[in-house]
């Protein structure tokens, strides 16, 4: 797959220009902090092995562990860096993280991982009340041939009540932006009975690359039975091709959720 448009010869391009790219591979995935669904077996290794074989040039990655002391003392194979400096080794030059859940032995929350450069970000604590804590990781990139990229790494409450009112912050977030720059949403909406999708899709500058492509979006959860259509992509200044559903092995196996591909156009 070519990542540039007008591909140049070495004789035509102009010395010190980067081509431009306008094509970007993204996954998302809720990696469940590192488990099998119920939390049976310790697979932190065997994803990232998994993540890297999708050689995506964005990965929006959400229940991503910072550190958990009790874990890394019980667990042999616990990394000694975060879960998601563990994810991205060598493949992903640039990550950003967002903590949103702490607690005693440690923190957990959402992480975008990247082959350019993350220019700036921010994690914008989204939590309405009670002790359920959710955030939204805006990061801005440089990729060549764009004055900027949005990516945005998503993670909902599970009350209806408390997603209605984070989408709302998630569309003024989206009003900030530069009206022509590229957006890339993704993640977990936990919005199963797809009212939030419906509140989306009344604004006509997002799409969301399932739907768009097979009328719904994705059946994403529970990983060895999907019911529920839980994950999403959406987009604001790019076209989606080819969403893929990651549904057959090892990535059952994996997490509890499965995870999402698509090619973006920018």
């Known amino acids: 797959m070519t990542r540039t448009s007008k591909p140049q010869t070495v004789e035509s ?3 010190n220009e980067t081509p431009t790219i306008d094509r970007l591979r993204v996954l998302t ?3 469940h902090k590192g488990f099998t669904a119920l939390n049976r077996r310790f697979i932190l290794p065997e994803l990232r092995e998994a993540v890297r074989s999708t050689s995506a040039d964005l990965v929006f990655l959400q229940e991503v562990v910072g550190e958990h002391d009790r874990h890394s ?19 992903w030059s640039d990550f950003a993280y967002g903590r949103n859940a702490v607690y005693p032995d440690g923190h957990h929350g959402n992480a975008l991982l990247s082959k350019y450069p993350i220019r700036e970000y921010r994690n914008l604590d989204v939590s309405i009340t009670g002790p359920e804590r959710r955030g939204l990781l805006h990061c801005v990139l440089d990729v060549p041939g764009h004055a900027e990229v949005h990516a945005i790494c ?11 009112l984070q989408l709302q912050l998630l569309c003024q977030l989206l009003e900030s932006l530069p009206q022509q720059a590229p957006v890339i949403i993704a993640g977990d909406f936990n919005d199963w009975q797809l009212q939030g999708n419906a509140a989306l899709a009344r604004r006509d500058y997002l799409h969301e690359a399932f739907e768009r492509h097979h009328g719904r979006p994705a059946k994403t959860y529970p990983a060895r039975f999907p019911l529920l259509r839980l994950d ?11 969403p893929r559903i990651l549904g057959t092995k090892p990535w059952t196996h994996l997490s509890d959720h499965l995870p999402l591909a698509v090619e973006v156009r920018l």
């Open 13 to 15: 391009m102009p010395l």
């Open 73 to 91: 003392s019980r667990y042999n194979d616990w990394p000694s860096t975060s879960q998601y400096e563990f994810l991205a080794d060598s493949m």
């Open 232 to 242: 999403r992509i959406y987009l604001r200044n790019a076209t989606s091709h080819e």
């Open 154 to 164: 998503v993670h909902l409450s599970l009350l209806e009540s408390h997603r209605q």
């Open 29 to 31: 995935v809720n990696t």
